[in-house]
């Protein structure tokens, strides 16, 4: 699913970002409820709840603001496979 979502372009590419930033603070609160008892370090602290918070609003906000490149669109090749070609205006 991840190189499916970065295989879209520069708006994939953000995608799996935000997908990625998803799957991070999850862990970060599974590792505190399960490993925090038997190990203090897996516990969360108020550093690392405000460093998952910037790093997923930045990978939000460059995603909202980054200059749009030439949208593509899914064109089918002989193949039988998907190739992604810019759209002419």
Known sequence: A?????AMGPA???TAGVNKCLQTA????????????SAPSQCLSV????GAVFVCLGVVLYGLFVPKQEEASAVPTNSGTVSLMPVAD
């Open 26 to 37: 999850i862990l970060f609160f599974l590792s505190d409820l399960f490993f925090c008892s």
């Open 2 to 6: 991840f190189y499916y979502a970065c």
């Open 47 to 50: 550093f690392k709840v405000v």
């Open 12 to 14: 994939g590419a953000v």
